[in-house]
């Protein structure tokens, strides 16, 4: 398989997993919306050096590789482990400010919450290893730090939008990632009040 690396970083996390790959680097395709990515593209892939695991898609289905072994993403929300982007700017404030999402008390009842910014936290709601990720910010989907999680994610099933509800896309604020629509409804809730 020919799998594309999306930034440099990415690709010395697959030689640090010992994954072989014919690779390249996408960064000619940076700010580009990941609608139609795999038309110029391929696989995509996302690497856990740490856990030894690598996440791919082909754009249809979505997969984990561990120890040679391939099995199908199936997104889930049953971890109650929310990760949340706390890094400043937050341009949506004074309306929307991640730092403020794991003090709301629905979300204290119903996640625990985490804290990590990297295209990795996208390939856990889509392994199930995480319920929901939030950043906020401007057009993700282009972004070298979420395309390549976006459409893992997207390819697992998982519901993608922005903070505002709407399609991610150039017109896009940051990014909710949920592993099914209930865990998506409720941080949308609580996002918008």
């Excluded at 990760?83 to 400010?97: H, M, T, Y």
Aim: charged letters at 20%; hydrophobic letters at 45%.
């Amino acid at each position: 398989m020919k799998i594309t690396i999306y930034d440099w970083s990415t690709r010395a996390c697959l030689e640090a997993a010992g994954v072989e790959c014919d690779c390249s680097c996408l960064g000619a395709h940076h700010g580009q919306d990941s609608d139609g990515w795999f038309d110029r593209t391929g696989d995509v892939v996302v690497a856990d050096p740490f856990g030894g695991e690598v996440f791919f898609t082909d754009g249809e289905s979505a997969w984990v590789r561990h120890d040679g072994v391939d099995a199908q993403l199936v997104p889930t929300s049953a971890t109650q482990l929310a990760d949340v982007n706390l890094d400043p700017p937050f341009p949506s404030a004074p309306g929307f400010r991640a730092v403020d999402l794991p003090a709301h008390a629905e979300f204290v009842e119903r996640f625990r919450p985490r804290v990590v910014s990297t295209t990795l936290a996208l390939a856990w709601v889509a392994a199930g290893k995480r319920a929901a990720y939030v950043t906020d910010g401007g057009d993700l989907s282009g972004s070298v730090h979420f395309a390549a999680g976006i459409a893992v994610c997207r390819a697992a099933g998982c519901v993608v939008t922005g903070i505002d509800g709407a399609p991610i896309g150039q017109a896009g604020h940051g990014l909710v990632v949920a592993a099914d629509a209930e865990t998506h409804g409720l941080l949308m809730s609580m996002i918008r009040s």
